[in-house]
């Protein structure tokens, strides 16, 4: 088959030309786009853009170690969108520490947080608040899909 822009011909196979209502597309990616940024938890969206603190905390899985105690504190406020990022690797003889810290930023149910050494984490936003480690580019890993953050910042009901 063949597409011809200017005219809004599409040809494919032997079917004949038709033309093609540029608007029907436009609107069916509107919804899909819509669909994809809409929240699962108008309650969560409410705590993002309140002016306050989030606070998660949790034990994530490490390959060569007990694991990661974490704890990760938005700050949402007049000066900005700002992280800060607490990693304990939990180890036989001892444990190693890591801080880090930068600005986040939500997009649909991703949270992003680009650290100020250039370090990016993301995480996915779940309905009842919990974070879930993801990759860069918002995709399920696949050795940690149960490991999860706890939200120990209780969103305000009123």
């Not at 490490?62 to 694991?67: I, S």
């Not at 930023?105 to 050494?117: E, I, M, P």
């Not at 974070?131 to 999860?148: C, I, K, S, W, Y």
Request: aromatic share 4%.
């Amino acid at each position: 088959g063949h597409v011809q822009g200017s005219l809004g011909l599409v040809t494919i196979g032997d079917m004949q030309p038709r033309p093609v209502s540029i608007r029907l597309a436009q609107s069916c990616l509107c919804l899909i786009l819509a669909a994809c940024g809409a929240s699962q938890s108008p309650a969560m969206d409410a705590q993002f853009s309140k002016d306050a603190d989030l606070q998660w905390r949790g034990l994530l899985g490490c390959a060569d170690c007990d694991g990661i105690q974490t704890q990760l504190l938005l700050h949402h406020g007049a000066s900005g969108q700002e992280f800060h990022l607490t990693e304990i690797y939990l180890a036989h003889d001892q444990g190693a520490r890591f801080d880090d810290h930068g600005h986040w930023q939500r997009q649909a149910d991703l949270l992003q947080l680009q650290g100020a050494s250039g370090s990016l984490r993301v995480y996915a936003v779940l309905p009842d608040g919990r974070l879930q480690p993801r990759d860069g580019h918002g995709a399920t890993l696949p050795a940690n899909t149960e490991e999860t953050l706890q939200l120990i910042t209780p969103p305000d009901n009123t």
